[in-house]
């Protein structure tokens, strides 16, 4: 249809004299058309937004749009928007436009978008698809997209819609926003994301982020490993379902310490591995508080499996108690000097010395208890000691405090207490006994706490082996600030074996495309070291993520375990006594090799068997008495002698010292004893 400028102008011209409305019956009256060619013109003033229609229950009522013009509102937008009419002019563009093409209102309008700098501005590939929708546009079809300039790596967010001018001449709208920072940073964003999944899911330890009620809703795919379940069979689980009952309590504790001031928390607790047993955990835990009203939003965790430590501890815990207990029960004196002053002495060290109470000889200086003619010799002997060397077994006459002279026979070991250099003695009197006895040793300090153990190392490396990036703990470690190391050659700040070491290793990971987990040492401190690939979209590996973690705690409580274990297996051979130990139902469950020596019976014969059966008849019940009152009154300590039946049917008195023994929770667990032949 022809739209006549007179007619649409009469149309207009009748609204504005009626700005609440006419119907189309209205309009035909005053404008002296037919219906047909007045709603036909009313359709064309509609599209082109001059007009806008209301329904008003049947009919339609007319009349002026009460709209901004478009160019004002064109003008103030940060898009850079163009529209064209059917013959490709610009018919209006706005200043962004200018801007970015570098020109001006009298260059590009009314000029044909082919002969403008579009042209040479967009490249040719580009601008031959942004004409091909706009093209597409004036045929009624609109289009949504992205374009990129390769000279300039700008990318655009373009929308090409049809629009209809207000003389109803069809034309096309172009709306180009630049997305290029906003693409740029989706890609970083992207990039970061895949290289934390990549951390979380290759982590010896677990990520994971719990709600404020302790339910799961992240969990790293090391639970697999750790706990034994997949991170979908923990995602919508409340913690307290696998939490040792024991531990139940440490979590409310926790939390209700937590605040936007004292945010972080480090628990260790027991949790249900999925076929049944518990493991040792260590958390180190965040809480993310909201910025506004204060409240607990969300807590992210690092979890570790710590049961092997706990372990550790554990069995060195107990080989110290078992060794301070023979020290107690010992037969043999000991004492502990640090500077020539009597630090301890067990209870043997206090009847052989005449004190009444420990008091009496704690403090005072151990040459005080020597006669004047082995002083010397004594202080030959500890220096001797001190210097580590192994001083000879020897006698001397000594005195108690009511002033009675004895003679022992003893030797001293250096050893430390408090930090310090010590002497540890045993001394056994030969005026009534003339067998010696290897001296004990202090137990050592109790193992240092490694609840504060340092976070891990972690490193980014290109496959040249040059630090991407590297965490502060790790630049601690080197000693140095994070910005000098990054850039810089990891070789290059390694010792040459341990950097011909990690090369080898770099090298496995870039091959094999596979993980690589090592053990290796370094300045004296020991690392648990897993070097794993970081693969490109392409399958290729473009970086190596190292993570250590500092293992030297662990590894010195092995150590510290086998020397301990080795100190009671030596005092167990070397003593010419029977040490032996019994259940709660009186039962060997250990004797020492010298009860075959002694009583003729083989370790082997005795296990099992409850030592009454091997008593003289007229000593069972007595003995049974004895023992089960001890065990009664929780007596510290039995001194009593039995009389045995040798395996060759011979008497044998003993005499024995034994001491009742307890579980963790307290309740009895046996006995542990020195039996000796009685002279």
């Not at 939490?243 to 945010?263: M, Q, T």
């Not at 010395?353 to 008091?359: F, M, V």
Request: with cysteine.
């Amino acid at each position: 249809m022809v739209v006549k400028k007179e007619i649409a102008a009469r149309i207009i011209d009748l609204l504005t004299k009626n700005p609440q409305g006419l119907s189309i019956t209205d309009i035909v009256r005053d404008v002296k058309v037919n219906r047909n060619t007045a709603g036909r013109y009313l359709e064309t003033l509609t599209v082109s937004g001059q007009v806008e229609m209301r329904r008003f229950g049947m009919s339609k009522i007319y009349r002026l749009a009460q709209r901004v013009p478009l160019s004002a509102m064109l003008s103030i937008s940060s898009e850079l928007i163009m529209l064209l009419d059917g013959g490709l002019r610009v018919v209006y563009a706005n200043e962004p436009v200018f801007r970015f093409l570098g020109t001006t209102q009298k260059d590009l309008c009314g000029k044909n978008i082919e002969f403008t700098r579009c042209a040479t501005v967009f490249d040719e590939d580009t601008f031959d698809i942004l004409k091909k929708h706009i093209k597409a546009g004036l045929g009624g079809t609109e289009w949504s997209g992205e374009l990129s300039l390769k000279d300039t790596g700008i990318i655009f967010s373009c929308r090409i819609a049809p629009t209809v001018f207000e003389g109803g001449q069809r034309g096309v709208s172009v709306l180009l926003e630049d997305i290029t920072e906003w693409k740029r940073s989706e890609l970083r964003i992207r990039e970061s994301e895949r290289q934390f999944r990549l951390l979380a899911e290759n982590s010896l330890d677990m990520i994971h982020r719990h709600t404020p009620d302790d339910v799961c809703i992240y969990i790293s795919p090391a639970s697999k490993t750790i706990l034994g379940y997949d991170p979908g069979e923990l995602i919508g689980h409340a913690v307290f379902e696998v939490l040792h009952s024991d531990d139940a309590h440490i979590v409310p504790e926790y939390k209700s310490r937590l605040n936007k001031k004292n945010h972080m928390a480090k628990i260790s607790y027991r949790v249900r591995h999925r076929d049944g047993h518990y493991v040792w955990l260590e958390s180190s835990l965040r809480a993310i508080f909201d910025e506004k009203t204060g409240d607990l939003v969300e807590i992210y965790g690092v979890t570790r499996d710590i049961s092997r430590r706990k372990k550790a501890e554990d069995a060195l815990r107990e080989s110290e108690d078992r060794y301070r207990t023979l020290v107690e029960i010992s037969p043999d004196a000991v004492i502990l000097h640090r500077d020539g002053k009597i630090i301890y002495l067990n209870p043997a060290a206090q009847n052989l010395l005449g004190a009444t109470d420990l008091n009496e000889i704690i403090g005072t200086n151990v040459l005080d208890y020597v006669e004047p003619g082995f002083r010397d010799a004594v202080r030959k002997n500890i220096k001797k000691d001190l210097e580590g060397d192994i001083t000879p077994a020897m006698e001397l006459h000594m005195v108690r405090l009511d002033g009675t002279p004895i003679i022992a026979e003893g030797r001293g070991v250096k050893t430390f207490a408090g930090g310090k250099p010590a002497i540890q003695v045993a001394l056994r009197d030969i005026t009534e006994y003339k067998r010696s006895e290897k001296a004990l040793r202090e137990s050592e300090t109790t193992l240092r706490s490694l609840i504060n153990a340092p976070t891990d190392s972690v490193m980014v490396l290109d496959t040249k082996g040059n630090i991407l990036d590297i965490n502060e703990t790790a630049a601690r470690r080197f000693g140095k600030r994070k910005e000098e190391l990054i850039g810089s050659l990891a070789d290059s700040i390694l010792p040459e074996e341990l950097a011909k070491a990690r090369r080898s290793i770099v090298t496995q990971v870039l091959e094999r495309k596979e993980t690589v987990r090592f053990e290796d040492e370094r300045a004296g401190i020991w690392f648990d070291t897993v070097a794993y690939p970081i693969l490109s979209e392409s399958g290729e590996v473009n970086k190596i993520a190292i993570i250590s973690r500092d293992i030297t705690d662990r590894r010195h409580v092995e150590e510290r375990l086998g020397r301990s274990e080795q100190r009671f297996r030596n005092l167990v051979t070397a003593t010419p006594d029977i040490i032996w130990e019994t259940d709660e139902q009186s039962r060997f469950i250990y004797i020492s090799p010298q009860v075959e020596r002694i009583l003729g019976y083989t370790p082997e014969e005795l296990i099992g068997h409850a030592p009454f059966e091997y008593f003289h008849p007229d000593a069972r019940e007595p003995n049974r008495l004895a023992f089960q009152k001890a065990r009664e009154r929780a007596e510290k300590y039995i001194l009593h002698e039995t009389r045995w039946i040798h395996k060759d049917g011979q008497s044998v008195l003993l005499e024995s010292h034994a001491t009742p023994t307890y579980h963790r929770d307290g309740s009895f667990a046996g006995f542990l004893g020195v039996d000796r032949e009685r002279q």
